[in-house]
DNA sequence: CTGAAAGCGCTTACAG
DNA sequence: CTGAAAGCGCTTACAG
């Protein structure tokens, strides 16, 4: 790749930095001929002010163009109007539309989100949990990396409000809000094995993380209730990437008993498995059922258009940023509370009847 | 959709908010026998400090949990190490890989990084640039909802150093990383021509903003360069997004010349025209050659798999971080820098040369 | 309706 | 090698 680097040193000379720094309330207070006191009571709207003397504030804080310092203000408040939100990754779509809709949701209530990716890195996300704490954010939401995250505890201990959402964590202290996944998965199953489906390969997450391990149970108990004999080659260890749903496919069709439908356990790897059939030279959902997880934008639009198990996303990220501002706002104490969302059969293109 | 509320007083009681709150440097300080000033020193490694007061204060920082509050120290320093990152919408693919890497590269160089959607939406545009200010963050990596931002000035006034990437806006106080975007839209262009395609569709983004634009130009340009026509009836514009990218192809499969190719102008459009081409059960290449651009991560994943401008997506989110991470440090100063960089032709599956 | 002053938790120039 | 004290920019109880 070439890149070129035009200096402009003509056009676009920068500012040099004056010695003048930015404004703050003392300097707006000077200018209006009123004590700081009175200036934060016009920002804040939190007394009466003479109209004549909130005019004349007003007017200079916008010759000097004042903004608030917030640490200041947070500093002195002990409230940083900030929640901290741990993901695995935002860049998977999953993650991502839980993000912008829990963004969207702070936002409206006047709260910043500080995003974190621990990348399903253990360290990173310690390292991110003692950021959020430094940086004293009010709460924290988090989807965790793995199945026993040991720094959380710290938070507790801080008495920062946390709620676990999507990944299930044994914790005591946290607000939680989780997926019914174990019938989900036994959902999934059963549409495969009423399409008449005898061997069905199922693509897993990391085995530990509580999603995927429930997805599985749900997935066997449908299997032993219909009397079929569950096959253990028949099951291949993805990470919830597209890159390992494609890899778990292509060992699925190179070895051991053929599989007629594939269960990937979210839909990013079924886009993976997706890649890999039609690689092979079979059709979907002629030659292979393929059945997903998650309803991410994605899945109504690939072709054939993905049959999955559609979670309530929008309403994950509600409950999970609901519960935590309650806990902020202080409208609701005492005892932790557990939502399970139920999800739903979303049946499109790419599951058919054995022939 | 139904969802279980559990109460569970039992296990989950929250711990009661004693009156105890967090350590600061003056319980440590305490506790160790020394002054703030000898703890400062040993958080912050900044002066020489005796062996066993060392000792004595590392062992009181742990004993008591202590986490230095930032927000005291940033106020105290005039100093965040925070970036602030605005993007039209992180729930585009693309939008996501490359704010996923830009808070790889800041957190290696110890900066948080502070996602904020705009949402191709100038208001909520202002309202983060706003916040920003407020939150006092280093510096600003930005890609604008739209052509002619309003609010950036504000940054400039207060000294906050800015790069502008992806989406070329007319200002003069900025460091900017672009693509070539023009020279890419011809090379998409050409291969189609080169391939015999003579009444190529175009769906472009929204047409102020200079990734379109610029692309758009190219494909222009090449067209007129081949001695073909332009038929304004074969574009179509859409916004970036899966479904914008369906809709406009329906329409191009409805009414006006029939195309035997289409330019997306993004990889996100191009898998919705895939969608929409499917649906009217045509095939690709066959019935229809389809070229993107961008090179998503998904975009090798579809079937077929999709041909592609590919842009430099770690290059760019590399260049802005560094950009941006020099100012801060001061290690450049003096004129901005205009860094372009050129994208590369990705050939796949999905284009095809015209029988 | 308004203001003087303390204090949030740090860092750092100054002094020893 | 160490400490006393000022000050970053706010908010707010207290007083008038």
Not at 1 to 14: K, P, R, T
């Amino acid at each position: 790749m070439i890149f070129l680097l035009y200096g402009c040193a003509n056009v676009c000379a920068i500012k040099k930095h004056t010695a003048m720094s930015r404004a703050t309330i003392k300097d707006v207070a000077q200018l209006a001929q009123v004590s700081t006191t009175t200036v934060s009571h016009v920002v804040n709207n939190t007394r009466a002010v003479n109209p004549a003397t909130r005019a004349r504030v007003l007017g200079a804080m916008s010759t000097l163009g004042y903004q608030p310092n917030i640490l200041a203000r947070s500093l002195r408040k002990g409230v940083t109007k900030t929640i901290g939100l741990i993901v695995p990754d935002a860049s998977n779509p999953f993650f991502a539309e839980v993000a912008r809709k829990i963004e969207d949701l702070g936002f409206k209530q006047g709260y910043s989100v500080i995003l974190c990716n621990s990348d399903n890195d253990p360290i990173k996300q310690t390292s991110y949990i003692n950021t959020l704490l430094a940086k004293r954010v009010d709460g924290v939401i988090f989807i965790s990396s793995d199945s026993a995250p040991s720094d959380l505890s710290r938070l507790v201990d801080n008495h920062i409000p946390l709620v676990v959402a999507d990944r299930d964590v044994s914790l005591e202290f946290a607000d939680v809000v989780l997926l019914d996944n174990e019938r989900a998965g036994y959902e999934a199953t059963r549409h495969l094995l009423e399409l008449g489906h005898r061997n069905i390969a199922c693509i897993t997450g990391p085995y530990d993380l509580s999603p995927s391990m429930q997805r599985m149970e749900g997935f066997k108990r449908c299997l032993s209730e219909f009397g079929i004999q569950f096959q253990p080659q028949l099951i291949q260890t993805g990470d919830f990437s597209i890159q390992s749903g494609k890899v778990a496919t292509l060992r699925l069709l190179s070895a051991g008993p053929k599989p007629t439908a594939i269960f990937a356990l979210n839909d990013m790897m079924a886009i993976g498995a997706m890649s890999a059939v039609n690689q092979a030279g079979l059709s979907i959902p002629g030659d292979m059922s393929l059945i997903g997880f998650d309803n991410i934008e994605l899945a109504g639009m690939v072709t054939p258009s993905l049959t999955t198990v559609a979670q309530p996303i929008p309403e994950i990220a509600r409950q999970a940023t609901s519960l935590l501002i309650e806990r902020l706002a202080g409208t609701r104490n005492g005892s932790n509370q557990k939502v399970i969302l139920s999800a739903e059969l979303l049946l499109r293109d790419s599951t058919a009847r054995l022939e």
